[in-house]
């Protein structure tokens, strides 16, 4: 009886032996970011990898169908949007956890054109010239570079001539590559997006005192299943390296 005791003893200190020493289950997150963040966010994605055997996995895209796919109940655990109103849309709904929401970054417009353009711009009311006859700008009725874009043009009462003239593509990815290509005479982006690409050149600067204020809010989706893992990635974005990152691309870190 002892000798069966003990041995019962021996299994019961081996069986948790195991379940002490056994490494914690590596998870992957999906996070549903604006296209202009794809460059920074993959690198502070593969530091953030080195670091543990957790995964992170990116879907890029406009900020508007990103939130869409989220309120349809696409998988998400972070989403990262280019402006509040999306982000807005989804708490209003209930589809964010809202105690993890934070505003995190800021950006600027950039008026672009190819890099051998001959054509001389100078400020957005060149775009009003005749030779100036396709300009890219992301959906300007819901993806956010879009919005801030005609915003701006509007207050400089410069919309109504240009309107015609708008070539509406899905992001501002889309918009840069046309403006690489192209096949349009100039484009507004975001100045980080300009800073990556040898194709373009920047013509004009929006003054961000005149320019939409532009914010960047991220926040951990509320039927996320790995909130646990999405709050550590958040909390390596919002440390040391994440903020290097996201400088080294151009954005302004917010306090």
């Not at 001389?120 to 009003?128: E, F, I, N, T, Y």
């Not at 956010?144 to 070539?167: D, N, T």
């Not at 194709?199 to 929006?206: F, R, S, T």
Request: charged share 25%.
């Amino acid at each position: 009886m002892r000798a069966a005791k003990k041995f019962c003893s021996i299994g019961i200190f081996f069986v948790l032996a195991l379940s002490f020493s056994s490494p914690i289950k590596a998870e992957e997150i999906i996070v549903s970011a604006a296209a202009s963040l794809t460059d920074a966010l993959k690198e502070i994605g593969k530091a953030y990898e080195s670091t543990n055997k957790n995964k992170v996995r990116f879907n890029f895209g406009a900020s508007s169908e990103l939130a869409r796919q989220i309120d349809e109940g696409a998988p998400a655990d972070i989403f990262f949007s280019a402006d509040l109103e999306k982000m807005d849309i989804l708490a209003k709904k209930g589809r964010i956890d809202s105690a993890t929401r934070r505003n995190l970054l800021s950006n600027q417009l950039v008026l672009v054109v190819p890099s051998d353009s001959k054509v001389a711009v100078r400020s957005p009311k060149d775009l009003l010239r005749p030779e100036m006859q396709r300009i890219a700008l992301a959906q300007p009725e819901t993806v956010p570079v879009g919005i801030y874009s005609r915003k701006y043009l509007e207050s400089e009462g410069l919309w109504e001539g240009v309107a015609s003239k708008i070539v509406p593509v899905l992001d501002v990815r889309a918009t840069l590559a046309a403006v690489e290509s192209g096949n349009v005479d100039a484009g507004f982006v975001y100045k980080t997006d300009a800073a990556i690409s040898k194709k373009v050149k920047v013509v004009y600067e929006v003054p961000i005192d005149k320019g939409p204020k532009i914010l960047y809010p991220v926040a951990v989706v509320r039927e996320s299943k790995r909130k646990e893992t999405a709050r550590d990635f958040l909390q390596f974005v919002y440390g040391k390296t994440g903020k290097s990152t996201f400088e080294k691309y151009g954005f302004v870190v917010l306090p």
